[in-house]
């Protein structure tokens, strides 16, 4: 048994046909395989609703279903994925967990899987698979290479509504649609299209001035209270847990409205900005940086004049073995410790200004590009554009 969190109910369908396709691929040629959808609320608790999708009496007790669940899954595999079509009180979901792990513990052991959609937070079970946050799955720069410009602005787009809705569909959606009204390459149109519909989410949030103290009293103290406070603010949608990370935080679009309405403290402002970076944009972009650098100090090998005191005094660090954080384990193939590999410890613009030869501009962009996103500075369109640009200077 397993649970998975979920936002918003309304897209149970799409998740459990996606489900569907998925168990099938892996359960290929293990014979019959059924995925039961059902549904439990104030007429089924969730044992009885799992007992009706197996068409067995939903008036027998747990003890009494478990020879005719038997006899169910004698001749194929079954997922049922159950989700609540009314609340079920938590005592109701903590019995039917007990039921399904006694199930699988007891001789012989039963083999029945179960998936449930909670998406209220109430279901006491493990394993727990966190999807009430979505991403974009595809990449913006690399799938857009050979496309024209104006793929590469309609993929920026989704990237941009799926990070500021927070990974949450039916808000995605929205703000997509609204995008698309956008004119191709109108950094300040998108602006303006993403505050206008922060403003209009917030609106129905009442103070956001005590809303902004709340956040903040929440996310900057630890303790009891703290922690049923951030796990509140959840609930609501304003704090989630973007891609790659376990931490909270103020949703962007809510970030965005406390930004835009000037109600947010001095001390929060470094944080809001932040929440506003796309973070899949800006690691796709400082991977495409890195990987060109790589290229420029290739291309600039032995040009280079001789290095200065900041330079060697870093690599002689390096090979005494005193650098914490440039770190190659023993066994890793030719380390840079030769007396030449010292650029490999200066910074990208000292080499570039050490360059004993024409110095192409493309090598600039590619040093102030990778500062500004390493730095943690605002993603937007100008960047994604350079880039790209980038990636079709160097990726030949």
């Known amino acids: ?16 046909a996606a489900m569907a396709r998925s168990v ?47 006899d169910f899954l004698a001749d194929r595999s079954a997922l049922f994925v159950i989700s609540e079509a009314e609340p079920v009180s938590p005592r109701e979901w903590e019995l039917f967990v007990n039921v399904v792990e006694h199930f699988g513990k007891a001789q012989p052991a ?18 727990a698979f966190d999807f009430t946050a979505g991403r974009a799955t595809h ?26 809705c927070a990974g949450r569909p039916s808000l995605a959606q929205q703000l997509g649609a609204e995008l698309t009204l956008v004119r191709h390459a109108d950094d300040a149109g998108v602006e303006k299209a993403l505050c206008d519909f922060a403003l209009r989410e917030a609106s129905n949030l009442g103070d956001l001035a005590e809303l902004s103290k709340h956040i903040q009293a929440a996310m900057m103290w630890r303790g009891a209270a703290q922690a049923a406070s951030k796990s509140s603010l959840q609930q609501s949608g304003l704090l989630w847990r973007p891609p790659g990370l376990h931490r909270l935080d103020v949703v962007p679009w809510l970030s965005r409205a406390l930004l835009c309405s000037g109600k947010a403290s001095d001390q929060m402002l470094w944080n809001l900005r932040h929440n506003l970076v796309c973070s899949p944009l800006a690691g796709e972009i400082l991977a495409q940086c890195l990987s060109a ?14 290095p200065g005191d900041t330079t060697l005094q870093a690599y002689q660090r390096f090979t005494r073995g005193e650098d914490r954080y440039i770190v190659y384990p023993p066994g890793y193939p030719s380390p840079p410790s030769r007396p030449q590999d010292a650029w490999a410890f200066g910074g990208l613009g000292a080499t570039l200004r050490s360059s004993t030869g024409n110095v192409p501009e493309a090598f600039w962009d590619t040093l102030h590009l ?27």
Request: net charge neutral.
């Open 24 to 70: 099938r691929g892996h359960h290929a040629d293990g014979g019959r395989l059924d995925v039961i959808r059902v549904e439990c609320g104030s007429a089924a608790d969730p044992l009885r609703a799992l007992l009706q999708g197996a068409e067995i009496n939903p008036e027998l007790r747990p003890f009494e279903a478990r020879a005719p669940l038997a």
């Open 139 to 164: 990449f913006v720069l690399t799938q857009s290479f050979e496309s024209e410009e104006f793929a590469l602005w309609t993929a920026y787009l989704h990237h941009r509504a799926s990070w500021e």
């Open 110 to 127: 039963l083999r029945l899987c179960v998936a449930v959609l909670d998406h209220r937070g109430v279901v006491p079970s493990q394993p």
């Open 370 to 396: 990778r500062n500004a996103i390493a730095h943690g500075h605002y993603v937007a369109w100008t960047h994604v554009r350079r880039a790209w640009q980038q990636l079709r200077r160097f990726d030949v």
């Open 293 to 306: 650098e790589s290229r420029i100090r290739m291309q600039l090998h032995g040009q280079e004049s001789t």
């Open 1 to 16: 048994m397993c649970v998975i969190k979920i936002a918003e109910p309304e897209f149970n369908d799409t998740l459990v």
